[in-house]
């Protein structure tokens, strides 16, 4: 984030970054904020089977992950779960049966830029596995997975190893 360093309203090399979520020019009264991103998972329940994707990109190439992405400009986090379900796997979902699950932070680095989000997980259940076209520029593969089955260590991000980790956890007691 120190590498900004000219102010785009005024041109100096005066931008400051606070460390936090916000760069300041010291000789115009120009503010840029780095807020939080909103970003959808949607953990899509078979049965006692969970589909997961693998990465097929950076950040985490090669990793588990669950579908999902970032909230587009006047877009609800439903509508993002239906749009970034149907743009990875070519499925279509009805978004009045996706139930809300939890939020939890994350920071998704990408090309060295730390981002800032908050995830919102959703479920999806349905009564049987189904065909995938995978968008393969992102993901490299589908993977149904019971609960025992999930290894946390294998899952790309933070904030969806303390969802599972407490998931898991649900059905051990």
């Not at 589908?142 to 956890?169: G, P, V």
Request: negative net charge.
């Amino acid at each position: 984030m120190e590498e900004l360093k000219f102010c785009p309203k005024c041109g100096n090399k005066t931008l400051e970054w606070n460390g936090e979520k916000k760069w300041s020019c010291g000789s115009c009264d120009y503010v840029l904020f780095h807020n939080v991103a909103g970003a959808v998972a949607v953990i899509i329940k078979c049965g006692d089977e969970i589909l997961f994707t693998r990465r097929n990109q950076e950040p985490k190439k090669g990793k588990l992950d669950l579908a999902g992405g970032f909230v587009d400009p006047k877009e609800s986090a439903e509508e993002t779960c239906v749009r970034e379900l149907h743009e990875e796997m070519n499925i279509t979902v009805d978004a009045s049966k996706l139930k809300y699950a939890t939020s939890l932070p994350n920071v998704y680095v990408y090309k060295n830029i730390p981002y800032n989000t908050l995830d919102l997980f959703y479920e999806y259940e349905v009564d049987e596995k189904f065909d995938i076209q995978l968008e393969i520029s992102e993901i490299s593969e589908t993977i149904w997975l019971k609960r025992n089955q999930i290894n946390l260590e294998d899952i790309a991000f933070d904030s969806q190893r303390l969802f599972f980790a407490q998931y898991i956890s649900e059905t051990e007691d």
